[in-house]
């Protein structure tokens, strides 16, 4: 198997051929933040988070999700530098921005990562004016319930539900701020042919946006490392506890 | 060391963050003996005074008197911080912003919501009008500190109060920010 060798924060690390460079920093205990990647679910690059600096040939640097970035031979990396720290801090204030966030009053609320990623990034207000969107919530299930005021679009629920389930009852509708996540072909979920009710969505969501039914502020845990150990289960056959 | 002069002011918040500032305990005697309160829902002063140093604004700018409000606060204090979610965020306070402007709030709350002699409250003077979007404060005025939480726990208010009162330049550390 091929190996390359890379610098990732001044210290020199091994990839295997086909490794991210998300996989290759936290194989070297090098910690990225990510919020749409969860383990077990392919990368889609879809939140920004894990921007890297990846310093080109005469010069300069370009910026490169590490999710979906493959590492290569000589590549040399930044990941925690000033104008990354002001970038992410950016990103989770336009989150913030672009729906509507209540944390005090949150099914999630101290059990969320968007919550959590503005803690870590320093965000202790949000510069941009709030978009407001009029949002839908989706009660129609009988288990489960979507409120996409909180949702931040990172799709872990339409890969869990694809990939991991292999229903594919979501998708994802609509162009730029008037994007949506939809079941089936925009039904309402509980009248959606292909939902086998398993929880997989729910499970992988970073935030309030599905939850269990009758969950109130703060209730509601979600088990997002049940489908990394699902997958290892059936690809590896590895059990972990 | 001159006595600071302290303020607290109530915008559009439930005064739940007043509460967590009741909850200093027995540090509201030490403060006691370092500041004067001049201004406050808990003492009896009518107008906001000239030459505030420190003031903790709580609630998010819902009315007309609210702008009015925060804009003469800023005028006429040192430091101000954003105190609680409903400052720093517009919070609970701003849920109404997606249901649109002022008049379908009001017809929301006063007439679709009942059914018994539906009507809009109209008082001028007495009722202070409803801007058509609630805003966090920075969004009117600049702030020098967010204190977030709903409420702020104690210890974090304790925290950035002692760093003030020591003239040192407040910053709430690690976890301290966190939203909700
Ligand atoms: S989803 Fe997370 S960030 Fe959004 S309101 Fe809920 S707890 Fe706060
Ligand atoms: S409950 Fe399962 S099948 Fe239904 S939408 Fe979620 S992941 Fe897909
Ligand atoms: S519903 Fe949750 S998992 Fe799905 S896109 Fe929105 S935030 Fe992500
Ligand atoms: S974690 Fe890489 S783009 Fe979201």
């Known amino acids: 198997m091929s190996v390359h060798t890379l610098r990732i924060d001044e210290k020199d690390v091994s990839a295997r051929a086909g490794q991210t460079i998300l996989e290759a920093a936290s194989e070297n205990g090098i910690s990225i933040p990510t919020l749409c990647h969860l383990e077990g679910l392919s990368n889609v690059g879809a939140c920004r988070l894990c921007l890297v600096e990846v310093a080109v040939v005469g010069g300069g640097t370009r910026l490169a999700a590490a999710c979906v970035t493959a590492a290569a031979e000589e590549m040399v990396i930044q990941t925690d530098t000033d104008r990354l720290r002001e970038y992410r801090k950016m990103i989770v204030e336009l989150l913030f921005a672009e729906r509507n966030h209540v944390c005090s009053v949150c099914v999630a609320n101290n059990h969320c990562e968007l919550q959590e990623m503005a803690v870590s990034q320093g965000v202790d207000h949000v510069r941009y004016d709030y978009l407001e969107p009029r949002c839908d919530v989706d009660l129609s299930h009988p288990r489960f319930g979507l409120d996409h005021n909180r949702c931040i679009l990172c799709t872990r629920c339409v890969r869990a539900c694809d990939e991991v389930e292999g229903a594919h009852t979501w998708d994802v509708s609509g162009r730029g701020t008037l994007s949506r996540v939809v079941t089936d072909l925009n039904a309402p979920w509980g009248a959606s042919e292909t939902c086998t009710s398993c929880g997989k969505c729910v499970m992988a969501c970073p935030t309030g946006a599905l939850f269990h039914q009758s969950s109130t502020v703060s209730e509601m845990i979600h088990e997002r490392t049940r489908l990394s150990f699902l997958v290892d289960a059936r690809e590896k056959k590895q059990w972990h506890a | ?180």
């Not at chain 2, 709030?105 to 109209?122: G, H």
């Not at chain 2, 007495?126 to 702020?152: A, E, I, N, Q």
């Open chain 2, 1 to 180: 060391m001159a006595r600071l002069r302290l303020a607290t002011v109530w915008l559009g918040g439930c005064s739940g963050c007043h509460m967590s500032f009741l909850d200093l305990d027995e540090f509201l005697m030490d403060l006691a003996d370092r500041v004067d309160v001049v201004y406050s829902p808990v003492v009896d002063a009518k107008e906001y005074p000239e030459g505030v140093d420190l003031v903790l604004v709580e609630g998010a700018v819902a009315n007309e008197d609210n702008l009015a409000m925060i804009r003469r606060v800023r005028e006429r204090t040192r430091i101000l911080v954003s105190f609680g979610d409903c400052a720093v965020t517009g919070n609970v306070t701003a849920l109404r912003n997606p249901i649109g402007g002022s008049d379908g709030v009001l017809r929301r709350s006063f007439v679709e919501q009942t059914d018994r002699d539906p009507q809009i409250p109209f008082a001028p003077g007495v009722l202070p009008v409803l801007l058509d979007r609630v805003t966090p404060v920075h969004s009117v005025v600049s702030v020098d500190l967010y204190l977030p939480g709903c409420p702020p726990p104690a210890p974090r208010i304790r925290a950035v109060l002692e760093q003030l009162l020591d003239g040192r330049p407040a910053r709430l550390a690690g976890r301290e920010i966190k939203f909700g």
